[in-house]
């Protein structure tokens, strides 16, 4: 373990009630000049005020006190780089009272994609120009203006930009005057109407060239959209979302949404999804803006859910802050819930909240379970801390607690508490054990008691369950551990958590026929009226977090029921999910799983396949590594063959966006293992694309790119990289650049590894693209290799931030020796990686867990698959 970093919070004798900021960026020489008087109340006397800037250089900062007619105590500037601070120290004391601060700076606009930066974009005419933007979160406001950048200080802004009069100029709230700057009339000054008392990292600017469409909501609220120019029907899709979620918020948590409007818009170079700043979101390209012909079904439902995700923050992270970056999950968790009530309100044909437990649950217990997990309280400090807990558990496995307490207390009871909850804390800060002391009373239950043993505490239980009949009654012992990864219990401390338990049968599969509250060890419960052959479901519809073991025999009596499909899609889901990990743990004999995978012969449901698919694919990457990988291959072939071939090539007309996303699916497997029928399908399709004979729709882009890649040569590299530099959406060169690197060639592989560093892929993209060769076990060792040999650059290039710490985890996660586990630890010995170190430990932890899995089964595994 790194050690510790010293870290101290502000200090609290003078805090900040207004601040009058005013910006001028400069876009040719990427610099910026900024002005800003703080009213700020001293609480007790002292010499100095300290606050947080970082990279910003100071000219002159004075202090007025409010009572003191003109006089003006000049500061002495002293910068704490280490603490990200600077120290203004006064030759006389500061006495109690108001007063005002006042400091004039100039900074950089950055390349690295945080604080206020610069966005590269082209215009219509293909003229290369820049824009200045800003991404605060998590501390980085401090790189725009000094000020207290910690959550728990709030205050108002009054903001006024400075821009070339042809720029779009945007910040959180509208706009209160616009007029020429005097000593030159191509500029404008800006000045935009006071903010409510609000948290530093959710201020925002936007300068750059826009379009827009617009409307109101049923409220009145306007929203806007706003795309690259000449693009706005790309905006369309994100503003019919937003309209619709606007109230939707607002009827769920009972208060109308703050501001007067609300802006959404694209940013070119942007190294996060998207980011909740009050009244003007920022997002990725890919998370905004939707084409009508060229966008996937997969697309259309992301951006639908960074919307919702987005939206809801405005809410529930603007309105009610955590009160430190240590209650981050709140805000994540939360987010990260309700996005999918959003989506599931607005669009009800994605079946979404069944993806939510493949996408956030499954990863979540995931990483929970390896022994370098962490609890999703967390003390954090030092700002390469805090943005190291933007990660699986603040997000997904903050987002399934929430979800296991929501059908816990219910919905009613749920929304009174948040309503509660959000009502108590407006405008202010709230730590988590305030939603469960609203939660609880709304609720009557006891909440806190339930929650903290899944907050405070790391990982989560399996629940054991052994069965006996007992005349129509079928009686269940429950017993809970710790679930380890490795299946190996940690010595130190013991694991207990207060577990709401759903239990289904075959009765009536969809319904709950027993809740109860396994709050210790062991216990028995009785579930009623079922006969000897029927089964019973713990944890009904996936909604605890937790795995569940069964004996084998119980486990045979689920068989029949998925393969008619009476179990419901999401117990079908968790209980191979669940199967898997226990697995991969040692605990149960992975030949037994792939058994159980025969019965999903008749399986039809997109999320059922995404999530299996994921778990035959961490066993692919073991057998990659064996001579039996073409078994595996033959294996996955006829698995994936029979629902390829119902779904067929071609949409239906009827048929909703889970068709598609299940044909892309399962197109995508049979090509890359080679399948010779939908190989040659796909290469007639790509030329035939390629010509401009029969463009593609967007759903088969997908699977048509990345089997004609696998399966294909120099030509196909050339033709797939000229389709890159001829397309025009964000999207399509994603799609693109992320599948190039499965092309076999290593030379060609090479040149993917020199084309994500080269200027054509943003920045934001590289991590992805250089993730793209790892699709084989050459391709693991290449993309290694170029990670080390080009690690000082990819480090000075994100400066840390989360986008290193997705790098680790591509180009390490899965190799499956212990070898390469020490190789991997020896290096970031010698090399830094700040906000990665528990990505680090995680790899680490992870290639251990396949090493020991591939000794342990990768035998009888071959063989069993032989024998199919
Ligand atoms: N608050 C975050 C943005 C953020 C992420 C800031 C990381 C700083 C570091 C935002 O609300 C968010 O969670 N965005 C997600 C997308 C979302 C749909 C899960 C993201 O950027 O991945
Ligand atoms: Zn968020």
């Known amino acids: 373990m790194p050690e510790k970093k010293e870290f101290k919070r502000l200090p609290t004798d003078v805090k900040p009630e207004n601040y009058t900021l005013r910006l001028q960026p400069d876009l040719d020489k990427f610099t910026f000049k900024g002005q800003e008087t703080i009213d700020v109340k001293v609480l007790s006397s002292t010499t100095s005020i300290t606050l947080n800037s970082e990279e910003i250089e100071i000219q002159s ?168 120019v000449g693009k706005k029907e790309q905006g369309q899709f994100a503003l019919e979302v937003a309209v619709k979620t606007l109230p939707f918020y607002n009827k769920y948590f009972q208060i109308a949404y703050p501001l007067p409007k609300i802006d959404l818009i694209a940013i070119a170079d942007f190294a996060a999804g998207a980011m909740e700043n009050w009244g003007l979101v920022t997002y990725r390209e890919t998370a905004l803006l939707i084409d009508p012909k060229n966008s996937s079904s997969k697309s259309k439902q992301w951006v639908a859910l960074v919307v919702g995700h987005e939206l809801a923050h405005q809410w529930f992270g603007n309105l009610v802050t955590m009160e430190w970056w240590t209650h981050l999950w709140l805000n994540e968790g939360f987010a990260s819930w309700i996005e999918y009530l959003c989506v599931d309100y607005c669009f009800p044909e994605f079946d979404i909240w069944t993806q939510f437990v493949n996408s956030d649950l499954g990863r979540a217990l995931e990483m929970d379970a390896l022994h370098n997990s962490h609890a999703i309280e967390i003390p954090v400090g030092h700002p390469d801390e805090v943005d190291e807990i933007f990660d699986a558990i603040s997000y997904s496995k903050g987002a399934s607690v929430i979800r296991m307490l929501h059908d816990y207390v219910g919905d009613e009871s749920f929304k009174k508490g948040m309503n509660q909850y959000l009502t108590k804390f407006k405008y202010k800060n709230a730590v988590t054990e305030d939603l469960w002391e609203s939660l609880g009373k709304a609720s009557g239950k006891p909440v806190l008691d339930v929650m903290t043993t899944w907050t405070k505490q790391m990982g989560y239980p399996v629940v054991k369950v052994s069965e006996k009949q007992e005349g129509s009654n079928r009686v269940l012992t429950l017993t809970q551990e710790k679930f380890c990864a490795d299946g190996v219990q940690e010595k130190e401390g013991s694991f207990s958590w207060m577990v709401p338990v759903s239990i289904s049968t075959a009765s009536d599969p969809k319904k709950a026929a027993v809740v109860t509250l396994l709050d210790k060890t062991s216990m028995d419960v009785t579930v009623p009226n079922v006969s000897p052959d029927q089964w019973v ?33 999401r117990d079908r889901l968790g209980l191979q999910n669940d199967l898997f990990a226990l697995a991969r743990a040692g605990m149960i004999s992975t030949v037994d799983v792939l058994k159980v995978v025969g019965a999903f012969v008749n399986e039809d449901d997109y999320t059922v396949w995404s999530d299996l698919t994921g778990n035959l694919g961490q066993i692919s990457i073991l057998l990659q590594n064996t001579d039996g990988f073409e078994d595996f291959k033959t294996f996955s072939k006829k698995l994936y063959k029979p629902v390829a071939q119902s779904l067929g090539w071609d949409a239906k007309e009827s048929e909703g966006p889970l068709a598609a996303m299940l044909r892309e699916l399962a197109l995508t497997r049979l090509g890359k293992y080679g399948d010779e029928e939908t190989v040659t399908e796909a290469r007639k399709r790509f030329e035939n694309h390629v010509s401009g004979k029969v463009p593609l729709p967007a759903d088969l882009k997908g699977p048509v790119y990345l089997t004609v890649m696998v399966n294909g040569d120099e030509t196909t590299f050339n033709q797939m990289m000229k389709l890159y530099d001829e397309a025009d959406m964000q999207e399509e060169k994603v799609r693109i650049s992320r599948c190039i690197g499965s092309i076999k060639s290593d030379e060609l592989k090479k040149k993917v590894l020199d084309f994500a560093m080269s200027d054509k892929v943003r920045s934001q993209d590289t991590v992805f693209v250089i993730g793209g060769v790892t699709g084989t076990v050459q391709g693991r060792e290449l993309c290694w290799q170029f990670v080390q040999d080009k690690w000082t650059e990819l480090h000075e290039r994100y400066k840390g931030g989360f986008l290193l710490s997705r790098l680790v985890e591509v180009s390490t996660d899965n190799f499956v020796t212990e070898a390469r586990a020490k190789e991997v630890e020896k290096f970031f010995e010698t090399h830094s990686a700040p906000a990665a170190e528990r990505k680090i430990q995680q790899s680490v932890e992870n290639i251990r867990l396949n090493a020991k899995w591939m000794e342990r089964e990768s035998t009888s595994v071959l063989k069993f698959l032989r024998s199919q």
């Open 61 to 228: 900062a004075c202090y007025k006190a409010a009572d003191a007619g003109d006089q003006n105590l000049k500061a002495e500037v002293k910068f704490e780089p280490e603490n990200a601070s600077v120290v203004l120290s006064f030759p006389s004391a500061l006495q109690p009272g108001s007063g005002q601060l006042c400091i004039d700076f100039t900074g950089e606009l950055n390349d690295k994609m945080k604080g206020f930066y610069r966005s590269k974009y082209s215009s219509p005419s293909g003229e290369e120009k820049y824009g200045a933007v800003t991404q605060f979160e998590a501390t980085d406001a401090r790189r725009a203006f000094p000020c207290w950048d910690e959550p728990a200080v709030k205050a108002t802004f009054d903001v006024t930009l400075v821009v070339p009069k042809n720029r779009v100029a945007l910040s959180n709230m509208p706009v209160k005057s616009e007029n020429d700057l005097p000593e030159d009339s191509t500029w404008k000054v800006v000045t935009y109407e006071r903010t409510p008392i609000m948290s530093t990292y959710l201020l925002a600017f936007v300068v750059g060239e826009y379009d827009y469409v617009e409307d109101k909501d049923s409220d009145g609220v306007l929203v806007r959209v706003y795309t690259p």
């Open 537 to 569: 479901k713990v944890n009904c519809e996936s909604v605890g977090v937790y795995r569940v073991q069964y004996s084998s025999e119980t486990l045979d009596r689920f068989i029949p029921a998925i393969k008619n499909k009476t179990l419901p899609p």
